[in-house]
């Protein structure tokens, strides 16, 4: 899959250069991001299952790290485009409403020529076809190697998917695109960040490659100078589709490195209920609870007992891990500290 986007991305470079087709080298980058996040995301994966007494909680938030630089790879993809897209639309706008002897020679480098919207359509078609094979070929690695922590992961997220499930069952959609639904919001619900970076890529690229395709028909439909604007246009609609999906990625990974309480635990309830439960607890001193890679959680929590509640230790502890197991936290760290009554 790596050889065949990094070929297709070669071809695609070098005839949207050629053709002046600014929505097809803007695909030919997103091509090259998903040669790109192949190989960090390949690379993440091998090394989270290495293990290493240096790392005490073993390796898999390079899966993390993985997830985050293809989206910044992406963003950074993105904001280089736009660049392009304010040059093109003023050269274009430069172009159209200038009467000098130059206009020829910017026509040459800036417009698209005619006899090159065909190939476009082409070229975008094949694009089409070889990134829906890769989305499809992710999708299916991603079931087929994942691991069992996957298994052990919150409740909302596999409710959601047993819901997707039973909808999918339930629909009378053609198989295909009870397929590709099923695809996109496998994406939308993964908890593995490595595996949606890669499948962002995927999917911005079926989406440059649609918008290709419709500005080559609507080019070959209309003969009009004023359809040049719909290249920038189409480029700057995948951008922004782009960029709203590669934010939240961002905003998730850094969350997870910054050791953030998942969304779903409220640490104030959770101390409250602690309390109310287990009346032997004098005082809460505190509580942590991060994420270790999106999928596996772990919490720490200091507590005051009474000295005459020492016998009772195991007890409480037991307690404790069962308050804490049916919140789905099962890694937890309990340490318990004695004052006089």
């Known amino acids: 899959m790596i050889l065949l986007s990094f070929t297709y991305f070669v071809v695609e470079l070098v005839f949207g250069h050629y053709s002046n087709t600014l929505s097809l080298i803007s695909d030919a980058y997103h091509m090259f991001g998903d040669v ?11 090394y989270s299952k290495k293990s290493s007494s240096s790392y005490s909680y073993g390796r898999s938030r390079s899966i993390i790290l993985g997830g985050l630089i293809n989206a910044i790879f992406m963003m950074t993809l993105c904001w280089t485009i736009m660049i392009e897209i304010f040059i093109k639309i003023f050269s274009i706008y430069t ?8 206009n020829v020679e910017m026509e040459r480098v800036y417009f698209i020529q005619k006899k090159n919207f065909l190939s476009i359509l082409w070229v975008a078609i094949l694009g089409l076809i070889i990134n829906i094979i890769g989305f499809f070929v992710i999708n299916h690695s991603d079931h087929s190697h994942g691991s069992p922590n996957t298994e052990k992961n919150d409740k909302s997220t ?7 499930q039973k909808l999918k069952t339930n629909s009378t959609k053609p198989n295909c695109c009870k397929k590709i639904t099923n695809f996109i919001k496998n994406y939308r619900v993964n908890p593995n960040l ?3 970076g890669v499948l962002l890529h995927i999917l911005g690229d079926i989406m440059g490659s649609v918008m290709v395709i419709i500005n080559a028909i609507i080019m070959l439909q209309l003969d009009y100078e004023w359809v040049q604007y719909f290249d920038p246009i189409c480029s700057s609609i995948i951008v922004v589709i782009l960029m709203i999906a590669t934010i939240p990625i961002i905003r998730k990974t850094c969350r997870i490195l910054m050791q953030k309480a998942p ?9 409250t209920d602690l309390i109310n439960e287990i009346p032997q607890i004098v005082k809460i001193e505190s509580v942590h609870i991060w994420s270790l890679d999106g999928q596996k959680n772990i919490s720490t929590i200091s507590i005051i007992l009474y000295d005459n509640f020492k016998l009772l230790e195991i007890l409480c502890k037991k307690e404790i891990r069962n308050f804490f197991a049916i919140r789905n936290l099962d890694n937890i760290n309990i340490e318990i500290n004695y004052i006089q009554k």
């Open 36 to 46: 790109f996040s192949f190989c960090i995301g390949l690379f993440a994966l091998m």
């Open 95 to 102: 172009i159209l409403n200038y009467n000098g002897e130059d």
């Open 158 to 164: 596999n409710e959601e998917i047993i819901v997707m």
């Open 194 to 196: 490595n595996i949606r």
């Open 263 to 271: 969304d779903r635990y409220n640490l104030k309830q959770i101390k």
